[in-house]
């Protein structure tokens, strides 16, 4: 990867958000307007490749698909991805150019510096989205040997098999529960198929309502929840089947182990818990913690009534089955 930047300020060039100054933020909106064709949300300024820009304060990084500058204490992202790089595979991109090397920290520049590149990919809001989402469900679809392609080398191809394991620990005439559904990737593929009543939760109303709107618009038949995973607004023993899969990561362990006694709360056969093995949390994901087979073990062990087992499939995998 080519990299360049002004040796000058290199050793002031990395840009964080003050801790004092996150509670004060605007909550991302996934259909904010753009102005002049840019996205502005107080914090980040993102624009597309053809996009003039203003004169600014401090240019940080020019890497393969960003140019980067800090103008007073906004950051400004200049971007060439091309709309058919639009998918969810830009995670990846943005983590490997911007976050990894250090020149962007932390979970919420991450998520507003995403939201702007997929806005300013199209005209107006939901094209924005959907050309995200049929993008991502194509290359999620593509992926179909494990075996072959890109699994293992990049994090799309990685969950697209993650999704193919979790449905194949799903009956196919379940009712389904996902908490921290994220974009809703997995929902949306296991609404899919023939029998299944798939319900996707998120603690995001925003996430939310942007996946409803666009299953909508795919003719996909999910329900969608807003909720906090510890605190299901939903009867004992009211789905079949409840998804943790890559959520307890982005959460403190005791906000962990509420959220696993609510899904076997709700669950009447079966609650599938899936986690990274990561040397280190990914801050940039919102990761807070590592997690590793012995994390999985302590929690069956803790649980009674239930039938636990630990596999490993591209990180971890406890299962739990109804005695």
Do not use: K
């Amino acid at each position: 990867m080519v990299v360049t930047a002004d040796s000058s300020t290199v050793t002031r060039a990395r840009f964080r958000v003050e801790d004092d100054r996150i509670p004060r933020l605007t909550p991302i909106d996934p259909f904010r307007a753009l102005v002049d064709h840019r996205y502005d949300d107080g914090l980040v300024v993102v624009m597309a490749r053809d996009s003039p820009v203003s004169p600014v304060d401090t240019r940080l990084v020019r890497t393969p698909h960003f140019e980067v500058w800090r103008h007073q204490r906004q950051l400004v992202v200049r971007h060439w991805v091309s709309p058919a790089e639009v998918d969810d595979g830009l995670t990846s991109v943005i983590n490997d150019e911007l976050f990894g090397p250090g020149w962007v920290t932390g979970s919420e520049m991450f998520e507003r510096i995403f939201t702007g590149i997929v806005l300013t990919s199209a005209p107006t809001a939901i094209e924005a989205w959907m050309l995200f989402y049929r993008n991502s469900l194509r290359r999620y679809d593509g992926v179909r040997d494990p075996r072959a392609g890109e699994v293992g080398r990049n994090a799309l191809a990685d969950f697209a098999a993650i999704h193919r394991h979790a449905d194949a620990l799903v009956p196919p005439d379940a009712t389904v529960l996902e908490l921290g559904c994220c974009f809703g990737f997995l929902s949306l593929r296991l609404a899919r198929e023939t029998g299944r009543t798939v319900i996707a939760s998120d603690l995001s109303a925003g996430t939310v309502s942007l996946l409803r709107a666009v299953a909508d618009r795919l003719d996909v038949p999910l329900q969608t929840l807003v909720a906090d995973a510890a605190r299901i607004p939903r009867p004992d023993d009211s789905v079949d089947v409840v998804l943790l899969v890559h959520l307890l990561e982005h959460l403190e362990p005791e906000h962990c182990r509420r959220a696993i006694d609510e899904a076997l709360r709700v669950a009447t056969r079966r609650v599938v818990i899936a986690v990274p093995y990561e040397d280190e949390p990914t801050p940039a994901f919102g990761h807070l913690w590592t997690l590793d087979e012995s994390d999985l073990r302590s929690w069956g062990q803790a649980t009674t009534g239930w039938n636990w087992s630990v596999h490993e499939h591209l990180g971890g995998w406890l299962v739990f089955d109804r005695t």
